[in-house]
């Protein structure tokens, strides 16, 4: 059981990296001018003006709808 259970603990963990991965690609694709860092799994948007943006633009509140 217990291999069981670090087999889908490792699974949810690359799940996450690579949900992480294409939601920063996709965001640099989607706003180039702003600063994306991806760790393993946050994702760090970073840019001059971005709490006015976020704000006037929703695609940078609602960012996971860039995974579909």
């Given at each position: 059981?217990e291999?069981?259970e670090a087999?889908?603990?490792a699974?949810?963990?690359?799940?996450a990296?690579?949900?992480a991965s294409r939601?920063g690609e996709?965001?640099?694709?989607?706003?180039?001018?702003l600063?994306?860092?991806?760790?393993p799994e946050?994702?760090?948007v970073?840019?001059?003006?971005?709490?006015r943006?976020?704000?006037?633009?929703p695609?940078?509140?609602w960012l996971?709808?860039?995974?579909?």
């Amino acid at each position: 059981m217990e291999r069981l259970e670090a087999r889908a603990r490792a699974r949810g963990e690359r799940a996450a990296a690579d949900a992480a991965s294409r939601l920063g690609e996709d965001v640099r694709e989607a706003f180039p001018e702003l600063t994306v860092d991806v760790e393993p799994e946050p994702v760090v948007v970073r840019g001059a003006g971005l709490g006015r943006r976020m704000l006037a633009e929703p695609g940078l509140r609602w960012l996971g709808g860039l995974l579909r």
